[in-house]
């Protein structure tokens, strides 16, 4: 399935063919603000499960490993992005909500505690090694009165969420303070990405007179 994203002039292009392994519509957004030309195509992948004692940073690399590789298969000549976001309190793995009430309880442990959002990030080149990283932010949350927690699952909003929230939807009241990258917390880690991609020349500045 390739959705062609509309284009607008922005400071990068595309020097070779690149696919975003992804359904999530904050990654396409993420690409779209570089100006890039793009394919969409969902992995076939699944989301692993985390192995016995693996780091949330080795987890988030390796689901997004296994996103990105998926789609390489069906498309080495091209380079492919995937990407995987978790949300890690007290060792825990967050991903999005079984259900309604799993959000819940997910929720009332994040909120009056500050958790690492953890996104993963694969790069793969027909003629290079993939690339695979890591990047974390720390979020912090104050308290908040479970009526409030009941309010803000039941719009839904949680649902495609690791962790249940959304910081840059109507969960950003949720949070008081973040550390790190913002565009991290939504789901890709993109400052890191367009230094990959400029590396391997997969993008470049856009020319003055295009
Ligand atoms: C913490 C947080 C997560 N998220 C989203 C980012 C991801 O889309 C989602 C985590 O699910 P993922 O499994 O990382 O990705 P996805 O299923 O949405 O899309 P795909 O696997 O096709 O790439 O949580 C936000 O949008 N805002 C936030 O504040």
Same mark, same amino acid.
């Given at each position: 399935?390739?959705?062609?994203?509309?284009?607008?002039?922005?400071?990068?292009?595309?020097?070779?063919?690149?696919?975003?392994?992804?359904?999530?519509?904050?990654?396409?957004?993420?690409?779209?603000?570089?100006?890039?030309?793009?394919?969409?195509?969902?992995?076939?992948?699944?989301?692993?499960?985390?192995?016995?004692?693996?780091?949330?940073?080795?987890?988030?690399?390796?689901?997004?490993?296994?996103?990105?590789?998926?789609?390489?298969?069906?498309?080495?000549?091209?380079?492919?992005?995937?990407?995987?976001?978790?949300?890690?309190?007290?060792?825990?793995?967050? &991903?999005?909500?079984?259900?309604?009430?799993?959000?819940?309880?997910?929720?009332?442990?994040?909120?009056?505690?500050?958790?690492?959002?953890?996104? &993963?990030?694969?790069?793969?080149?027909?003629?290079?090694?993939?690339?695979?990283?890591?990047?974390?932010?720390?979020?912090?949350?104050?308290?908040?009165?479970?009526?409030?927690?009941?309010?803000?699952?039941?719009?839904?909003?949680?649902?495609?969420?690791?962790?249940?929230?959304?910081?840059? &939807?109507?969960?950003?009241?949720?949070?008081?303070?973040?550390?790190?990258?913002?565009?991290?917390?939504?789901?890709?880690?993109?400052?890191?990405?367009?230094?990959?991609?400029?590396?391997?020349?997969?993008?470049?500045?856009?020319?003055?007179?295009?």
């Amino acid at each position: 399935m390739n959705i062609e994203p509309i284009i607008e002039p922005g400071p990068f292009e595309a020097v070779q063919r690149i696919i975003l392994a992804s359904g999530s519509p904050r990654r396409r957004e993420m690409l779209e603000s570089l100006g890039l030309e793009f394919d969409i195509i969902p992995s076939p992948a699944g989301e692993p499960s985390p192995e016995p004692g693996e780091s949330p940073d080795d987890y988030a690399q390796r689901a997004a490993v296994a996103k990105a590789e998926a789609v390489f298969e069906l498309h080495p000549d091209a380079v492919v992005i995937g990407s995987d976001t978790v949300v890690t309190l007290d060792g825990d793995i967050m &991903g999005k909500p079984e259900g309604p009430n799993d959000a819940l309880l997910m929720l009332s442990r994040l909120v009056g505690n500050t958790h690492r959002v953890v996104s &993963g990030c694969a790069i793969f080149h027909p003629h290079a090694a993939p690339v695979a990283f890591s990047v974390s932010t720390d979020v912090s949350m104050g308290p908040q009165p479970l009526e409030v927690l009941f309010a803000y699952v039941a719009t839904g909003e949680p649902m495609d969420k690791a962790g249940s929230y959304a910081i840059q &939807g109507r969960g950003g009241f949720l949070v008081q303070s973040i550390s790190g990258s913002y565009n991290n917390v939504v789901g890709m880690p993109l400052a890191r990405l367009v230094d990959v991609l400029q590396d391997i020349r997969a993008i470049r500045p856009r020319p003055m007179d295009r």
